[in-house]
């Protein structure tokens, strides 16, 4: 029994060199013995935004709407210019007018520039028409002709919000206006990818907060970080 033992041990060792002896000696020739095959995978990776510390958190939501000047404008409008995006509605009561005097001064700090744009995509389209919200963007201190006010069919548009870009917007008669909305930014760059710093924690912070100051102040620095990409 014994000297069955030591013969199976003994072909068992002989595979094991035939297979990896060689591997294993050749990786001592290129000094990468301690590199298995993952960790080389993941060291040789290139992350886009790596050189800037922006992280790439995927592809924006396709969309096609129509804008306060009645002309189609969709994502592909947008190719080649990094913007900004938000969720409101024209007769918000609450969040919306701090947003649009913070998205007035993002606008103001990169007027001029046809490689910026924004787009506000309104949650209550019903009422908000091209008429209306043409209207609007006069009274918040729309200037810039990248920044498009948007409206479309109810559903597509909570579709994109809810579903494409995860930030979340809906009816509750309870609500103050009639429907609740975040009040958050998305940031996208020229190649139509959603991009984002990291917190404290070193944790994407995926959107950024359009009602504080701190918020505003980070992706107007971002934007000039994407617009030198």
């Known amino acids: 029994m014994k000297n069955k033992s030591y013969i199976g041990l003994s072909l068992v060792i002989l595979v094991f060199g035939i297979l990896f002896i060689p591997k294993i000696i050749q990786r001592i020739k290129n000094n990468t013995v301690v590199q298995g095959d993952r960790i080389d995978a993941v060291s040789n990776h290139k992350n886009k935004g790596a050189e800037t510390g922006l992280i790439t958190v995927g592809p924006a939501p396709k969309f096609e709407l129509t804008d306060q000047?009645?002309?189609?404008?969709s994502n592909e409008t947008y190719k080649g210019k990094v913007y900004v995006l938000e969720f409101f509605f024209?007769?918000?009561?609450?969040?919306?007018?701090?947003?649009?005097?913070?998205?007035?001064s993002i606008q103001n700090e990169f007027f001029g520039n046809p490689n910026f744009g924004i787009a506000?995509?309104?949650?209550?389209?019903?009422?908000?028409?091209?008429?209306?919200l043409k209207e609007h963007a006069e009274l918040i201190g729309v200037?810039?002709?990248?920044?498009?006010?948007?409206?479309?069919?109810?559903k597509y548009i909570y579709d994109i919000s809810n579903k494409g870009f995860n930030i979340y917007a809906g009816e509750n008669k309870n609500a103050s206006?009639?429907?609740?909305?975040?009040?958050?930014?998305?940031?996208?760059?020229?190649?139509?990818?959603i991009r984002c710093r990291?917190?404290?924690?070193?944790?994407?912070?995926?959107?950024?907060?359009?009602?504080?100051?701190?918020?505003?102040?980070?992706?107007?620095?971002d934007i000039k970080t994407l617009l030198n990409e």
């Open 90 to 104: 024209s007769t918000c009561p609450s969040i919306c007018p701090i947003m649009n005097k913070n998205m007035v």
């Open 198 to 221: 990291k917190d404290k924690f070193g944790n994407p912070i995926l959107y950024y907060d359009g009602l504080e100051k701190e918020g505003v102040k980070a992706i107007i620095e």
């Open 120 to 132: 506000s995509i309104s949650i209550n389209p019903e009422y908000d028409t091209a008429k209306v």
């Open 143 to 154: 200037k810039s002709a990248n920044w498009h006010l948007l409206t479309g069919d109810k």
């Open 177 to 193: 206006g009639g429907f609740e909305h975040s009040g958050l930014f998305a940031l996208i760059d020229k190649e139509g990818n």
């Open 69 to 73: 000047n009645n002309a189609t404008v």
